[in-house]
């Protein structure tokens, strides 16, 4: 799918993500609102955010917020950090954190009962272009809103075109099937006499949203109902041999941009903001494609941020006035050209984004419009016990994959942990899996 050099998208009401881009400064826009610097532990308004916790992501963050008037105390931290705190602040109902961010699984757990009512704010903002589908998870089925859209994200495929001459016959690089990928990868090891395609196995890496967005729904359109399924086996065994065929020190990788502008890696799957500088020195070198389809559809997991803000929390007003302001087409646009987050609002693509940027946005198009796409969310409403299902399918990897362990006994066992987990959240089923009120969501 060819994207022209401007054109405003809206997100679909089929899925959560789309790519909205335009050029802008952010500073300006938000010294424009006026925040006041008193409060917080600096006198700043604290924002607390699961977002941006690496250094480097996270000051480039901050410099988008310092022009207001001081900006705002940011205060990245993991989920279980993020949940641990507020969850103790809320019970003392004395909270001193003004802001919250996060994903939405994160924030689920704490609508909407302890989370402030924005439905004004959603009122004062009617023509940024926020979707349907993720205003009316905002209201997580009442009539009020609780959250309002911030960014989005999801996983696509760099491709070095070396890789491209290896190709399957008859494949479609834009519309591939994860059999085709495989003999992709087959193809690719044989004539470079070594494999070429990577994923990212380290253990800061994100590899666990590979299985739970990616395969999983892919092979069995399932997350949770589906874990120790038929399918589910068949995926695993997929799973192994697709590893065969990778690099061996991928279980060392954490960022793909890195062995893909080295060379070392031809093709590679990761977040959108984990593959953006690969092309940085090399643009006409590279493509970025969708992920692969598997029998139950081409599954892709979307990303969505949003902001809130906790029920009792201080100066209510200030922090209403920031989110509005990081509604701003031209703000969004400058996360989207530091951090690689795409908008949430309508907006125009500039010509002169990053060559990573660009790139992305073809295949985050082509991928969310496939007729077979299968939107996958990560979890929904587990709060700090997510840590543990990351690090539940990172085992999972680890024991079936490196350790060649029985894959049905693995499945089994882990299933145990997986409900208990489930169990002690008292967490809803999530998309793909049927949405219901029913908890806690059973492991199928």
Not at 138 to 160: E, H, R, S
Not at 373 to 401: D, H, Q, T
Request: hydrophobic share 45%.
């Amino acid at each position: 799918m060819v994207i022209p050099e401007e054109r405003t998208y809206t997100i679909s009401r089929r899925s959560l993500l789309r790519a909205g881009l335009t050029a802008g400064v952010a500073a300006p826009l938000l010294s424009a609102c006026g925040f006041g610097t008193s409060g917080g532990g600096d006198g700043k308004l604290v924002f607390l955010s699961t977002q941006f916790k690496p250094v480097e992501e996270g000051e480039r963050f901050r410099k988008i917020l310092g022009g207001a008037n001081g900006g705002a105390q940011y205060v990245a931290a993991d989920p279980g950090q993020f949940a641990a705190r507020l969850n103790a602040e809320l019970r003392a109902k004395k909270p001193t954190v003004n802001l919250i961010g996060g994903l939405y699984g994160e924030l689920a757990q704490f609508a909407p009962d302890r989370l402030e009512d924005l439905s004004d704010v959603a009122a004062a903002l009617p023509s940024a272009g926020f979707s349907e589908d993720a205003l009316d998870l905002a209201k997580f089925g009442t009539g009020k809103t609780y959250v309002i859209p911030w960014m989005q994200a999801t996983y696509v495929i760099a491709v070095n075109k070396k890789a491209l001459e290896h190709l399957p016959s008859g494949a479609d690089v834009n519309k591939l099937t994860y059999d085709q990928f495989l003999a992709w990868a087959k193809a690719a090891k044989a004539k470079a006499k070594k494999p070429v395609f990577g994923i990212p196995a380290g253990p800061n890496s994100l590899l666990h949203r590979w299985f739970q967005g990616y395969l999983y729904p892919s092979f069995t359109g399932g997350q949770v109902t589906t874990f120790r399924s038929d399918a589910a086996v068949q995926m695993w065994e997929y799973m192994r041999e697709l590893w065969s065929y990778m690099v061996p020190a991928s279980t060392n990788f954490e960022f793909m941009q890195e062995p893909l502008a080295s060379g070392e890696v031809q093709v590679a799957w990761d977040h959108v903001a984990r593959l953006v500088d690969a092309p940085k020195n090399a643009p006409n070198d590279f493509v970025m494609v969708p992920a692969p389809a598997g029998p139950k559809g081409r599954g892709y997991m979307a990303v969505l941020a949003a902001f809130a803000i906790p029920k009792g929390a201080k100066r209510q007003d200030e922090a209403k006035k920031l989110i509005q302001a990081m509604a701003k087409p031209d703000i969004q646009v400058d996360v989207l050209r530091q951090n690689a987050f795409f908008p949430t609002v309508k907006a125009d693509i500039p010509s002169d984004l990053p060559a990573g940027i660009r790139l992305e946005a073809k295949a985050v198009t082509a991928q969310q419009d496939a007729p077979d796409a299968l939107l996958a969310l990560s979890p929904v409403g587990l709060g700090a016990k997510e840590a543990e299902v990351s690090a539940l399918y990172k085992n999972l990897f680890k024991s079936i994959v490196l350790d060649r362990k029985d894959i049905r006994k693995t499945l089994d066992g882990q299933a145990k942990q997986f409900q208990q987990i489930l169990d002690d959240a008292k967490a809803t089923c999530w998309r793909p899996d049927p949405v219901s009120v029913d908890a806690p969501c059973k492991v199928g």
